[in-house]
């Protein structure tokens, strides 16, 4: 179990390695938000464009008009689920009701980012190589095995929300 109910609230009991490697990667992430805030959807980096995407395809002025209107307000929102679950994997930290919805955003834009990194398509389905075979390039092997534990994080997470 990834939660254990305490007086107060749950308490997520992952090793400390993981924490640090979640935490690292969430610091990376809302730096990268900060760029992505002050770019044009032309300019984002294919990776961030499925944290801000397109509400008209078809209809650049519509879509320039809702960008204007909506990408500030989506960034803030990103750096400040990544800022609580940042808060919220310090160790011993207790999640109280409400919270863990945050966590949950900030954990799945994570893995939403990483997944398009690795090219996951939306269905789940892996349209790279799979891991057994990818022989020799230890950073892709790395980087899938970190988006595989965040699916299990946010799968633990979304079943708190659940209970």
Do not use: C
């Not at 809302?30 to 992505?36: F, K, L, N, Q, T």
């Not at 002050?38 to 300019?43: E, I």
């Not at 995407?53 to 204007?68: L, Q």
């Not at 799945?108 to 075979?133: H, I, K, M, Q």
């Amino acid at each position: 179990m990834i939660f254990e109910q305490v007086d107060g609230g749950l308490r997520l009991t992952i090793d400390d390695n993981s924490r640090e490697v979640v935490t690292h990667l969430l610091g990376e992430l809302r730096g990268e938000i900060a760029s992505a805030k002050r770019a044009g959807h032309a300019d984002l980096a294919p990776h961030m464009k499925r944290l801000f995407p397109a509400a008209y395809h078809d209809d650049e002025k519509h879509y320039d008009e809702y960008r204007r209107l909506t990408h500030d307000d989506l960034a803030d929102a990103h750096v400040r689920a990544i800022a609580d679950a940042v808060t919220m994997l310090a160790p011993g930290r207790v999640f109280h009701s409400g919270e863990i919805e945050r966590f949950v955003r900030a954990i799945n834009a994570l893995r939403l980012v990483l997944g398009t990194v690795l090219d996951v398509s939306e269905d789940g389905e892996d349209e790279a190589e799979t891991v057994e075979d990818d022989k020799g390039d230890d950073h892709t092997t790395l980087q899938r095995q970190i988006y595989d534990y965040l699916g299990w994080l946010l799968h633990a997470s979304v079943e708190q929300l659940n209970t």
